[in-house]
Nanobody
């Protein structure tokens, strides 16, 4: 599975962005997908994840109520809708796919495939 994340950009605080994670491979629908982010000089942190079917989701407390993860298996794409953005959301965002039985987990070590990052910058 190859993943490509895109949709990042510069937005003012309070604004919205939608990130997309496009995948190659017919088995993509078997994978849970997660979004992670890395602030400059900090460790990678979990943002959100979705099960292979889309029926189960998981969010970091810091984004709950503002971000929504969804997927379209027919299009091999996972989305991260980000609303009410804050300057502290500024980071490089990465998507990853996991075949683990753990489902939409926040533990980055169980993700098998990673895309390149897309930069999100929120100005105050």
């Amino acid at each position: 599975v190859q993943l490509q994340a895109f949709g990042g950009g510069l937005v003012q605080a309070g604004g919205s962005l939608r990130l997309s994670c496009a995948a190659s491979g017919r088995t993509f629908r078997r994978y849970a997908v997660g979004w992670f982010r890395r602030h400059p000089g900090k460790e990678r942190e979990f943002v959100a994840a979705i099960s292979w079917s889309g029926g189960s989701t998981n969010y970091a407390d810091s984004v709950k109520g503002r971000f929504t993860i969804s997927r379209d298996n027919a299009e091999n794409t996972v989305y991260l809708q980000m609303n009410s953005l804050k300057p502290e959301d500024t980071a490089a965002y990465y998507c990853a796919a996991s075949s683990s039985q753990m489902g939409p987990t926040r533990f980055h070590s169980v993700y098998d495939y990673w895309g390149q990052g897309t930069q999100v910058t929120v100005s105050s």
